[in-house]
């Protein structure tokens, strides 16, 4: 089993993941809000350069170079993305989440890295493969990959519509009709989907949909690690927007090699 460690950066606890100890990474908890990433960046590797995102719950994924086009124009502050992979070594790259699941991607080969933001939309919108793609058009081999998912709102609290469901399981079964689509997730051996009392509404397990589109992609089970922590569940470490309704976050990033 992977392993998940908690560390200090500056007397305070970040995670990190056995899967990904080659890179310089963590996923923070709310104890260091609001420090930005380039705060954050000096916990891991101060002379990385920062990247980070106006995140839009889609699936688009840039480089730092695409990053710096979109700055230069002037027209934005942020590039608006929800995921960032690296081309060189030394950049750090990070999302921020709240209930949403932080995606981290290390390649043992290249050294390089990503770093995805993985809402219900963009887990919907395959967000997770997309990097993937990306990655490999740079010369990634899949079995090369590292991926951890980081604390995230865990199916059993997260009740959702059935039409939003439907919307993600179409991403791993691709079925028009609603009902059977709904039926044949719940029949899946590693089911995202939870029964719930309320009709019309079932709990939905992200990080397990994320999961499957990994594993459909024929990357295995090994090379890939997923958090034991709920963030509406661990109010002691993590920010839960659907616990309290603030508009605050916590960081995620990791460093590519030198």
């Given amino acids: 089993m992977h392993t998940w460690h908690w560390r200090n950066g500056e007397e305070l606890p970040y995670l990190t993941c056995s899967l990904l100890e080659l890179w ?3 996923f923070f908890t709310q104890q260091f809000w609001p ?5 954050l960046t000096k916990v891991l590797r101060p002379e990385a350069s920062v990247y ?3 995140q839009v719950h889609g699936n688009t994924v840039l480089t730092p170079q695409e990053v710096d086009r979109v700055l230069s124009t002037g027209e934005n502050d942020l590039a608006l993305a929800d995921g960032l992979i690296s081309e060189q070594s030394l950049q750090a790259l990070w999302v921020a989440s709240a209930d949403c699941t932080p995606v981290l991607i290390g390649d043992v080969k290249t050294g390089q890295v990503a770093a995805l933001h993985a809402g219900w939309r963009g887990t919907a919108a395959k967000i997770v493969p997309q ?3 990306r990655l490999q058009a740079q010369g990634s081999k899949l079995d090369d990959l590292r991926i951890a998912m980081g604390p995230a709102i865990a199916g059993e609290v997260y009740q959702v519509s059935v039409e939003v469901a439907g919307e993600i399981g179409n991403s791993i079964i691709p079925e028009s009709d609603h009902q059977k689509m709904i039926a044949a997730l719940h029949n899946l051996p590693n089911s995202p989907l939870l ?3 309320e009709p019309g509404k079932v709990r939905l397990d992200v990080r397990q949909v994320n999961a499957l589109q990994i594993d459909m992609l024929g990357i295995s089970a090994q090379q890939v690690a997923i958090a034991p922590y709920c963030t509406f569940q661990t109010p002691e470490h993590f ?5 309290e309704k603030e508009k605050k976050v916590q960081w995620s990033g990791i460093v590519s090699l030198a």
Avoid: K, M, T, V
């Avoid at 920010?239 to 616990?243: D, M, Q, V």
């Fill in 35 to 39: 420090r930005s990433p380039h705060e």
């Fill in 52 to 54: 980070r995102l106006q």
């Fill in 131 to 133: 990097a993937i793609a």
């Fill in 239 to 243: 920010f839960s927007y659907r616990r």
């Fill in 195 to 197: 029964a719930d009392s």
């Fill in 24 to 26: 310089p990474h963590g």
